[in-house]
């Protein structure tokens, strides 16, 4: 089990309060906190070394240091193949735009691409407004509506000859659903489609290993996982290769820099490493539960073991917290949970629930929260098609609250307190 008060002691924001009451922060899904060794690794890169790429002098020779030890944390993350197959830009919406844009070069009017009503926004637009552009056929994969799941039978009928791309996301930033990535890529590459994964909402939640996934592309945000406002993009290195970039003449032809258009935010990549720093001393901890997939055999370092580690017992410390909001919010008159609520389905989701209570809407529920010191977020979160789809859409969405592992069941227990006086309409 985690130690929670060694843990918290890394972030410094969770010290803060809001009306006499510290403050609970279980707006993760949206951006969560960063750790201390973010904030001083940031600090650091801006008051020693800051410079643009490829200069003579010693200042930016460290930076470019700093952006190539990016990449490299980044890849073992990930466990990519190699540092090259690791794009950095200003989030996922920006870097699926983009390569949106790359893959479209390769798409044919009468194509078809496969998208899902379950992802955000941002893994539907982009591909949507492309194949608008290319004359593509889109296939939109509805969900079973009792427990926002992908109906994998769309799926399969769907996937065909003409498929070129499916794009669907690892875990849903609204409901929680854990996706079957992996059986989706396999099916995919089955039929010779490309696959892209939003990873944005399953990274701070559990590991990630590309090359065992076998997929194409993989977005995800590391200021979803304790780091700074950034996205990455991981790309099989042959397919960045031969896709087409846009980009500015003189920039390198040769992945990862043909994709990082301008100047990257290289004091947010000194915080990324910070943050990675942290999880490797999560992962170092306590490895008498490793199971033979942390491995540093099976991982590209012994770093990428380390972070494979951290994300495991983030993982398994995370379901107590998805067992003790299941229990406390189905104990609760009034409210209803949407997406998976069986306790032995657990692990086909993340630690994030979205509810609503009867005869409240959700944005007053937030601003009562809020009162408390409580943090959640109310709307859509940019996933429309689901909202829409479960009918919410016009009165307010609902509200989503999402934990990680800085949380503790203390801090549950307040949110559930608070919820059952509004419920009571106290």
């Known amino acids: 089990m985690l130690d929670l008060d060694h843990i918290r002691l890394h972030f410094p924001a969770l010290s803060r309060t809001h009306n006499g009451q510290p403050i609970i922060y279980l707006d993760g899904p949206g951006g969560t906190q960063v750790t201390r060794s973010c904030i001083e690794a940031m600090a650091d ?33 990930l466990n990519a193949a190699r540092a090259e197959e690791i794009i950095f830009g200003q989030n996922m919406t920006s870097l699926t735009f983009a390569m949106s844009r790359s893959i479209g070069q390769t798409i044919q009017a009468g194509d078809e691409i496969i998208l899902t009503r379950l992802d955000h926004d941002a893994n539907y637009s982009p591909w949507h407004l492309m194949a608008q552009e290319r004359g593509a ?70 590991p990630i290993d590309v090359q065992e996934l076998g997929c194409d592309f993989l977005v995800c945000s590391p200021y979803k996982f304790f780091a700074p406002h950034l996205g990455t993009l991981y790309g099989r290195h042959a397919l960045l290769e031969s896709l087409p970039a846009y980009k500015v003449r003189p920039a390198s032809a040769r992945p990862p820099h043909k994709f990082e258009t301008g100047t990257q935010s290289h004091e947010s990549m000194a915080g990324l490493i910070g943050t990675m720093q942290y999880l ?103 996933a429309l098609n689901l909202t829409e789809r479960l009918g919410v859409e016009s009165s307010g969405g609902m509200v989503r609250i999402g934990p990680v592992h800085y949380n503790t069941s203390a801090e549950i227990d307040r949110l559930l307190t608070a919820l059952e006086e509004i419920a009571a309409g106290a």
Request: charged share 20%.
């Open 45 to 77: 890169y801006l008051s020693r070394c800051n410079a643009n790429h490829g200069g003579a002098f010693v200042t930016s020779a460290e930076s470019d240091a700093i952006v190539h030890e990016a990449h490299e944390v980044m890849a073992d993350f």
């Open 137 to 206: 056929v889109v296939r939109v994969v509805d969900i079973n509506a009792d427990d926002c799941t992908l109906n994998m039978d769309d799926f399969e009928r769907f996937l065909g000859p003409r498929t070129k791309l499916v794009a669907v996301g690892y875990a849903s930033n609204a409901v929680g659903t854990i996706n079957p990535v992996k059986q989706i890529i396999e099916m995919a590459k089955a039929a010779g489609a490309l696959t892209y994964i939003d990873a944005v909402h399953y990274a701070p939640h559990g």
């Open 280 to 382: 490797e001393w999560l992962g170092n901890v306590d490895t008498t539960r490793a199971s033979p997939a942390d491995d540093p055999a099976a991982c590209r370092s012994p770093r990428a073991a380390a972070l494979r580690r951290a994300m495991n017992a983030i993982r398994s410390y995370e379901h107590t917290l998805k067992i003790r909001l299941l229990n406390g919010l189905s104990s609760i008159p009034g409210i209803r949970i949407y997406g998976i609520t069986e306790a032995t389905r657990l692990a086909q989701r993340a630690p994030t629930f979205a509810i609503r209570i009867t005869g409240h809407p959700p944005r007053h529920i937030a601003q009562r929260l809020a009162e408390r010191g409580i943090c959640v977020w109310d709307g859509n979160y940019y």
